[in-house]
């Protein structure tokens, strides 16, 4: 659902050839192709961040958020993760976890849906308070890819 509030903000559109998605024109906006996919970030000028990427090989999106999981965990050690939840209405899985990284909390949020030609991961990142801050604008970039990419 639009977060019709956070709507006025989304001044911008990012198209490509399989989605697109609305998002602040102030904020930072960066592309990289790769022979895997492609990955789209969008930047808040404090750090926290918005970043969509595109595998050109299907994968179960559990199984892409269990692999999101696992680096992190990697990379961070301790990291608490919260409970899976299946958005079933419209495809995607959600993963929530925290971290401690040079004493600040960080909240990551994974998002994964597999389409008929390709899977999404959406990554949301920030450090806790920061990123309750820029939830509704996140989640309005959010609801407007999901109209998009059915």
């Not at 090989?57 to 992190?72: C, G, H, N």
Request: aromatic share 12%; with cysteine; glycine share 4%.
């Amino acid at each position: 659902m639009l977060d019709e509030s956070q709507l006025h903000l989304l001044d911008q559109t990012y198209r490509c050839e399989h989605f697109s998605f609305r998002y602040p024109g102030y904020w930072d906006i960066e592309e990289q192709q790769t022979e895997d996919g492609l990955t789209v970030t969008v930047s808040t000028d404090e750090g926290s961040f918005w970043m969509l990427t595109a595998m050109k090989e299907k994968v179960e999106p559990v199984e892409v958020l269990e692999s999101a999981v696992a680096a992190f965990t990697e990379e961070y050690g301790q990291i608490d993760v919260y409970e899976r939840e299946d958005h079933s209405e419209h495809g995607w899985f959600r993963q929530e976890l925290e971290f401690e990284c040079t004493d600040l909390i960080v909240t990551v949020i994974l998002q994964a849906i597999q389409l008929p030609e390709f899977t999404l991961l959406l990554l949301i990142q920030g450090q806790d308070q920061e990123i309750e801050n820029y939830r509704g604008t996140f989640d309005a970039m959010t609801a407007t890819l999901i109209q998009t990419a059915k």
